[in-house]
């Protein structure tokens, strides 16, 4: 907890919550905005959160979507409750034991769950935006307010990705780069959107669970696959409607006849070749250059990818469709005597597949995880041997959550986590100036384990007790598609 010191004079109180010691005046808070001088006592402004299973009268788990929307914030005295780290303060350099160690029954087990705000300058966020437009090139500044926050980094199948923070960025340049970089990842992480320019790219707006706005637009769909997965998907459902079908797109732009579907289903050559590299077999790179054109490129006119047309292979009255992988771009044409393309009404049979190219892409989404070191100093507010506790996360014997939510531990050493922010309860996340996110954590084990990795026994409280002595609290329901760390950390056999 955090603790104060007063000065008799001025009434100011000097919070150790973190290493920037602020000294706050009366009825004040300090540079957090997270701790105040109020009634002459330092006093943690937002609530501790706790997340309790809502139980119907037949005591059967209401699902999350239904009890969020009826939820008050108000504790069930008699529901399964967890101590989330959330509002729970920070004790950072951790020279203390973190601020709450709870024990719980779970089926008669004795478990411990380690409780508390970490500090992390060691953090960063990833991105990753389901849309086949272009937002700029690898590996291009990414600017919020002038300042870099991070950068364009490795596209994924469907998907942008963005990463944002990290330690260069927060420490490592000017004072202000690191407090826009703090203040970028911490409204990313509590799911507000944000806007950002991409250096040679586009403007987005980013907020965690909703479809980007790209250059204005809100962006509607992701693509389906590659130009060539397209027409591995769709292929059998063209063959007898069409001559030709190319897809554009920004990776893999594919020629159907050309193509191994093609050739599978005995489609003759149509003898239309396109701009860009021949990969393999119909499989184009860099037909045309990145934009927001048809599926991620600056094409405007599908025909300016067609380099020529072969007169010895292609013929008169030829049907051919270029469509893009989202399906959102189509066109029919149908080549005339001299074999030029001749844009004509789509036929409702070609139409149908373009429209199912559609109705297989899922929604554009922007997906935040928060990406994190615990494997520092925050570990000597768990145990009094640190590398134990990595140890017992590593054989699984300690349950890692944020906010409740459950995490991804990478292998390897340290205890780097990654969590979806979506998955967190509001507003998980604060920051200090130093500059460093806060962000909630929580280490459940066994009792028994947790006295064998050196924690702090005579630090344990019992929830209840713990609970019943905080003032400020609010309850979230618990999301069904959660483990509850207890229930699985207690049937763990000792190792
Ligand atoms: S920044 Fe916040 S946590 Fe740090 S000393 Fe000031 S009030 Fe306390």
Same mark, same amino acid.
């Given at each position: ?90 004790? =950072?350099?951790? =020279? ?45 500044? $990414? ?18 990705? #963005? ?11 000017? @004072? ?32 965690? *669970? ?5 250059? *204005? ?54 003898? $239309? ?32 990818? $067609? ?25 029919? =044409? ?82 780097? #986590? ?18 460093? #996110? ?22 344990? @409280? ?10 400020? $609290? ?22």
């Amino acid at each position: 907890m955090a603790q104060m010191r007063e000065n008799k004079d001025d009434g100011l109180i000097r919070c150790d919550a973190c290493p920037v010691l602020c000294r706050i005046r009366p009825e004040k808070t300090g540079a957090c905005n997270r701790y105040g001088n109020f009634e002459g006592k330092l006093t943690r402004v937002d609530p501790v959160v706790v997340v309790q299973k809502a139980l119907d009268e037949d005591c059967e788990l209401v699902p999350f979507a239904r009890a969020s929307e009826e939820w008050d914030g108000s504790l069930i005295s008699q529901a399964p409750t967890f101590l989330t780290g959330i509002g729970s303060t920070t004790t =950072y350099p951790d =020279y203390k034991p973190a601020p709450f160690i709870v024990s719980s029954d779970q089926d008669g087990v004795d478990m411990v769950t380690v409780v508390s705000e970490g500090v992390f300058s060691y953090c960063g966020v990833k991105v990753k935006i389901d849309t086949d437009a272009y937002i700029g090139p690898e590996p291009a500044p $990414i600017r919020v307010k002038g300042e870099q926050v991070g950068h364009v980094t490795t596209a994924e199948y469907g998907s942008q990705m #963005l990463a944002i923070g990290g330690v260069r960025h927060l420490t490592g340049g000017s @004072k202000k780069e690191g407090m826009v970089t703090c203040n970028t990842m911490m409204r990313l992480c509590n799911k507000e959107p944000v806007e950002m320019t991409i250096d040679g790219g586009a403007n987005i707006i980013v907020q965690g *669970g909703e479809p980007p706005i790209i250059n *204005g637009f809100k962006e509607e769909r992701m693509r389906v696959g590659c130009g060539s997965a397209t027409v591995g998907i769709f292929a059998p459902q063209w063959k007898d409607h069409v001559d030709e079908v190319i897809v554009v797109d920004d990776h893999i732009t594919a020629v159907l006849s050309e193509h191994q579907a093609g050739q599978f289903l005995d489609m003759p050559l149509a003898g $239309i070749r396109v701009r860009g590299r021949r990969s393999t077999l119909g499989r184009y790179f860099q037909v045309a250059d990145h934009g927001a054109g048809w599926g991620g490129t600056d094409v405007e006119d599908p025909l300016d990818i $067609i380099e020529k047309i072969d007169e010895d292979i292609a013929w008169p009255g030829l049907r051919l469709l270029m469509v893009s992988t989202t399906g959102q771009d189509s066109a029919w =044409y149908v080549l005339d005597d001299n074999l030029a393309p001749q844009p004509t009404k789509m036929p409702q049979e070609v139409k149908l597949v373009v429209d199912r190219i559609g109705e297989n892409c899922e929604p554009a989404l922007c997906t935040v995880m928060f990406m994190a070191g615990a494997g520092g100093s925050l570990r000597a507010g768990v145990t009094i041997n640190p590398v134990h506790l990595t140890r017992s996360v590593r054989a699984s014997e300690t349950q890692v959550t944020c906010g409740g939510a459950p995490v991804f531990v990478w292998p390897g050493g340290g205890i780097t #986590l990654l969590v979806d922010v979506n998955q967190m309860p509001d507003n998980s996340f604060g920051w200090v100036p130093t500059p460093a #996110l806060v962000a909630p954590i929580e280490f459940t084990v066994r009792r028994d384990l947790y006295e064998r990795i050196g924690g702090y026994s005579d630090k344990v @409280k019992n929830i209840h007790d713990v609970i019943s002595e905080l003032g400020n $609290i609010r309850s979230v329901p618990w999301r069904e598609n959660h483990p509850w760390p207890p229930e699985g950390m207690a049937r763990k056999d000792k190792v």
